[in-house]
Every structure is written in structure tokens, then in C-alpha cells.
């Protein structure tokens, strides 16, 4: 069965500094790939995607992601964090195996941002 | 405006009351979704439309249902509501083709 992990459920990273959020996935093929972030009270909103070419991706808000085909991995990185990032992120994988557009969710990774 | 609107934003409701969750679009897109979160599960799909004809469960139909009243509007039901259900529930659609979903701004559904 197809799964998305997030194995980080909380990260705390000073302003300023470096981040990178961790996923996987576990599927056979070539999935579609997405970074969402959740802001407090807010819903989803779409950082960045990834369907085939450059496996180097460039999304909203300075954040880049990186697909590792061999790894089955979707990092998320951003060089330097805003107090604003502050947020839950979420990598989703979809499938449309069946034309279905579902998505698969990781358990989501909350970011806490010190000054 | 928001493309994707859900209403109500927030409901405090009794157990085995009936509720409805709306959820209307400006987007055009013909597939829309229904989703719940819980904290540490991340987001669980409920139920899914292609359009308005075809109507999909997902992985945790048990105790939902939907209707889907036009292209622009997507209802979820719970029938009688049990605090288990307590939850954060998101709408999305998406366009056939395109995997991208766009999401409403959520319900917060709290059943005492």
C-alpha cells in the first residue's frame, strides 16, 4: 500500500537559519509530488510541486524541494527561515492511478521559528 | 474571495445530532473532496465527486455522506454526529487532469 512519511513531527529552528523538512514516500512508480503548508486557523495552501523534469522544484515563499528518485524522498529545504514560516507542513503523493486525483497525506511536520 | 468556501467555519454541536458541512467553489473545477484532520494523522480523505453524477467513498466514509448538489457545491452529512468525529474538516477540489488540490479554509466540527 502507498504511504507518505513525515518522520519529523516537530522542529523548532532559530531565525535565520537553515531548514529542511523530510518525506517519503512508498510507492512503485513515479508519484506526483506536493509541499502544502498549514497555517494557524488557516487551510492548505500549495508551496511547490513537482509531476516530472527538473527534480530541483522552486515554490512560494523562498522554499525549493528536491525529488530523489533512488531515496523515494521529497525534502523541503529553505536557506533562511522567516519567523513567519512558523507552520504545520504537509507532503502529499498523488497516484492517479485511476484518473482520481486523490492524494495521499504524510502526518505533517510543525515548524517552530525562535528569534 | 475565497475560491473554495466552506461554511460553517466553526459548530459545537450535541452527540446524534444531524449536521451538514458546505463547501462551494468559484473555481470550475469538476472534482471536489472531502477530507478530515486529526492532529498526528495528518489529512484522511472522506469522500470524493468526479461531478456531479459520480460520487466516490474514501478512506474513512463510516459514518458521512455527501451530496453533491452542482458543479460548484459539495455537501458533507454527518447523519448522527459522535465526539470521535470531532475533527478539522477540509473541502478541496481539483480539475480532471490536473493533481493539484485547492482547499478551503477548513470547519472546526466539535461534538460534546
Known amino acids: 500500500a502507498q504511504s507518505v512519511t513525515q518522520p519529523d513531527i516537530h522542529i523548532t529552528v532559530s531565525e535565520g537559519a537553515s531548514l529542511e523538512l523530510r518525506c517519503n514516500y512508498s510507492?512503485?512508480?513515479?508519484?506526483?509530488l506536493f509541499w502544502y503548508v498549514q497555517s494557524p486557523g488557516q487551510g492548505l495552501q500549495l508551496l511547490l510541486k513537482?509531476?516530472?523534469?527538473?527534480?530541483l522544484v522552486q515554490g512560494i515563499k523562498g522554499f525549493e524541494a528536491e525529488f530523489k528518485r533512488s531515496q523515494s524522498s521529497f525534502n523541503l529545504r529553505k536557506p533562511s527561515v522567516h519567523w513567519s514560516d512558523a507552520a504545520e507542513y504537509f507532503c502529499?503523493?498523488?497516484?492517479?492511478?485511476?484518473?482520481?486525483?486523490?492524494?495521499?497525506f504524510g502526518t505533517g511536520t510543525r515548524l517552530t521559528v525562535i528569534p | 474571495d475565497a475560491d473554495v468556501t466552506q461554511t460553517p467555519r466553526n459548530r459545537i454541536t450535541k452527540t446524534g445530532k444531524r449536521i451538514m458541512l458546505e463547501c462551494s467553489q468559484t473555481k470550475g473545477h469538476d472534482r471536489m473532496y472531502w477530507y478530515r484532520q486529526d492532529p498526528g494523522l495528518g489529512l484522511r480523505l472522506i469522500y470524493y465527486s468526479f461531478d456531479v453524477k459520480d460520487i466516490n467513498k474514501g478512506e474513512i466514509s463510516d459514518g458521512y455522506s455527501v451530496s453533491r448538489q452542482a458543479q460548484a457545491k459539495f455537501s458533507l452529512s454527518l447523519e448522527s454526529a459522535i465526539p470521535n468525529q470531532t475533527a478539522l474538516y477540509f473541502c478541496?477540489?481539483?480539475?480532471?487532469?490536473?493533481?493539484?488540490?485547492?482547499f478551503g479554509d477548513g470547519t472546526r466540527l466539535s461534538i460534546l
Open positions: 510507492y512503485g512508480a513515479t508519484p506526483y
Open positions: 502529499a503523493v498523488g497516484l492517479d492511478q485511476t484518473g482520481a486525483n486523490n492524494l495521499f
Open positions: 513537482y509531476f516530472s523534469g527538473d527534480t
Open positions: 478541496a477540489t481539483s480539475k480532471q487532469g490536473v493533481p493539484t488540490q485547492h
